[in-house]
């Protein structure tokens, strides 16, 4: 059976006789998890009148009830006619295995009629996916955790920072940038914007590939190019090759590229996905699967916003908003860094000073809220490439601003953008290439 009538008449019984009870448990308890209906409301009335700091007593519960037409004589006079329960805890856990178990048999009866009415399979696994996590969610048991357990929590983690050079596995790999934020940190939402061409996804494929190295699993979802382009720039960033002679089979190094290919080829850190259009539900639900079968992933970069559907007549700014807060949810559920990119406005081109600000992010409000980094790659050769004195040449420096930092400091990062490779890079020291000349046919391996 999926509900126990006699347990959720003692457990109520129980709050009547020994009020302490409650409170002990409040937070591992839901009304949702009481069966019979004229139960669920005596629980809700309990919650009720304890926040307004009333006993928990038979003629307050009355009249709560009495308000909302909910009170039933028959079912008072059962629960108080009960014995309560010697040792709730055991009871309470039985409660919400039942509730949960209704709640997968209300899933399953859903699907079966998504599946009748013939709805887009995609849609139907989002669906799933999502409620499996909300039914998860409840099965969480809130624990309220004394001051000394935070504080020695936190003293393992600074005493681990304090001993390892290498305690943040989130390190971008570009020092200047890490010498600003010092390290993304598991449920991070981390925002990229940037007007087209600046540098967003290079900036994000710079990360990807260091992240790579470092045995640190990333899901990318380019949603704006297929994975074929994907791949090449990260071979372009990885074998230090221009992406227009990788383009035309034709690079300097033949041994560096093919090593490059070898790596990329063998790795398990990456994997790409370039289905656009998908809604965040069927997104969330795809990086969900991905996340629970390769534990080692906690990357998930996603290029970029403007190319995830929109679902309903809502306007843009709230389905951004609502689409932040799920990625953040994401975040800290897997213990993941959600790297999401967005396209900047035009204000910042009209401005004589190009440097971009947080307002500058379309839909600025939401991300603003929500998102624990924002970094602006920024490069002024690019507004000045037009003027015959001062052609873009190919390797330029590049500023990372980090516009926004929840937990340390904003300022701007100075670094090298390689223009042929399409990637970051630290400054000091570097050697500018010139991708014109000692061009070889491409080997193979």
């Known amino acids: 059976m999926m509900h126990n009538v006699n347990i959720e008449r003692a457990v109520l019984s129980s709050f009547l006789y020994n009020p302490e009870l409650f409170f002990s448990i409040q937070s591992k308890l839901t009304g949702e998890d009481f069966y019979i209906p004229s139960h669920r409301f005596i629980y809700e009335a309990i919650c009720t009148i304890t926040s307004e700091d009333k006993p928990i007593d038979e003629e307050f519960i009355r009249v709560e009830l009495l308000k909302n037409g909910r009170f039933d004589e028959d079912t008072m006079l059962e629960i108080t006619a009960t014995n309560p329960l010697p040792n709730i805890d055991a009871y309470i ?100 914007g940037a007007r087209p061409s600046m540098g967003k996804t290079s900036l994000a494929t710079t990360f990807t590939s260091s992240f790579d190295k470092r045995n640190i699993g990333v899901l990318v979802d380019s949603l704006e190019m297929p994975h074929e382009k994907m791949f090449r720039r990260l071979m372009a960033e990885r074998s230090e090759e221009s992406l227009s002679d990788i383009k035309k089979g034709m690079v300097k190094s033949p041994e560096k590229f093919n090593r490059a290919l070898r790596e990329l080829r063998n790795t398990q850190n990456i994997i790409i996905h370039d289905t656009s259009y998908l809604s965040i539900h069927q997104l969330i639900a795809k990086a969900s699967t991905v996340f629970r079968k390769n534990k080692h992933f906690k990357i998930w970069v996603i290029d970029h916003i403007r190319y995830i559907k929109k679902e309903g007549k809502k306007d843009d700014h709230i389905q951004v908003s609502e689409m932040t807060k799920m990625l953040k949810k994401f975040a800290k559920e897997h213990g993941a860094v959600v790297i999401l990119l967005s396209q900047l406005n035009r204000a910042a081109d009209s401005r004589q000073n190009k440097r971009p600000t947080l307002s500058d992010i379309r839909d600025s409000g939401a991300v603003e809220e929500d998102a624990d980094v924002v970094l602006a790659p920024h490069r002024e050769s690019y507004y000045n490439r037009n003027d015959p ?57």
């Open 93 to 192: 856990e039985e409660l919400r295995i039942k509730a949960q178990n209704r709640s997968i048999h209300e899933l399953t009866t859903e699907v079966k009629k998504k599946l009748s009415e013939h709805e887009n399979v995609h849609d139907i696994l989002g669906f799933i996916s999502q409620s499996v996590e909300s039914i998860e969610d409840k099965n969480i048991l809130s624990k309220n955790l004394s001051m000394t357990e935070i504080a020695d929590a936190f003293y393992e983690k600074y005493s681990h920072a304090h001993e390892s050079k290498d305690h943040e596995t989130f390190k971008t790999g570009l020092m200047p940038l890490d010498n600003v934020i010092g390290s993304f940190e598991p449920g991070d939402l981390v925002v990229i």
């Open 389 to 445: 004195s001062m052609p873009e040449k190919p390797v330029n420096e590049a500023e990372v601003i980090v516009l926004k930092n929840r937990d340390g400091e904003c300022g701007i990062a100075k670094c090298w953008f390689n223009g042929p490779t399409t990637s970051f890079s630290s400054i000091p020291p570097y050697t500018v290439h010139d991708y014109k000349e000692n061009v070889v046919t491409m080997e193979r391996i």
